[in-house]
């Protein structure tokens, strides 16, 4: 432990950053000095299904511990750029006033890659940009409408990689645009019970398409 100890703040972060985000913040109660390092991590991701056993004994689903968590967590991370966010609520619920709060904290930080998944209800929070995201994972992600999903590519002008399951459950998504001068990677997945009155497609710079 004293060698570790001994171990420059970058180099803990780094340590740090190849465990899940829950085990990195877990680190905290170790001692006085590692009470901050997690919070300078590049990459965090918030995995519902690390939390499943603890879903079992909470009474509502928008009081789970995974929100309880990120409530917690959220706030408090310092580092100036996030790399990558991940938050799967596969196997939670929480208010879609919380999930964009969550959101809006992570592409504050000139967000690389965003990967939403699960029980979400995404919708474009007001004047946010995201003009550093490169690559975007949508899945199984409720949008209100085609319109709210090109409202979310409008404000990525550099993504060149873009990942999207739509919500089934039988919801006239309308029409889907995708147009993104930069994009290079696409794979676009329809659900059996997807309803869409059109889709179209312009990404010139476009080398792979999965659809």
Known sequence: MNRINGLS?????????????K????????????????????RL????????????????DYDSPLRRFLDRSMPLHKASVIESFRLDLAFAGCKPEDIKLWIFIAVSRFLL???LKGNI??????????PSLKTLQIQSVKLLDGESFR???????????LLVKLYGGYVNMGMINVGIPSLLRLSLQIPYDGLLDGLVIDTPSLMLSLT
Do not use: H, Q
């Open 45 to 60: 991701e918030y995995i519902s299904i690390c939390f499943e056993r603890e879903s079992f004994k909470c009474m509502s």
């Open 121 to 130: 209800l995404l919708d474009v929070p007001r004047m946010v940009g995201l």
């Open 113 to 115: 890659i965003l990967k």
């Open 23 to 42: 085990v990195a913040i877990s680190t905290s109660i170790l001692s006085k000095r590692w009470k901050c390092v997690w919070m300078w991590l590049p």
């Open 151 to 161: 409202k979310i590519l409008s404000i990525c002008p550099v993504l060149e990689n």
């Open 9 to 21: 703040d970058d180099l803990l972060v780094k340590i740090l950053s190849f465990l899940p985000t």
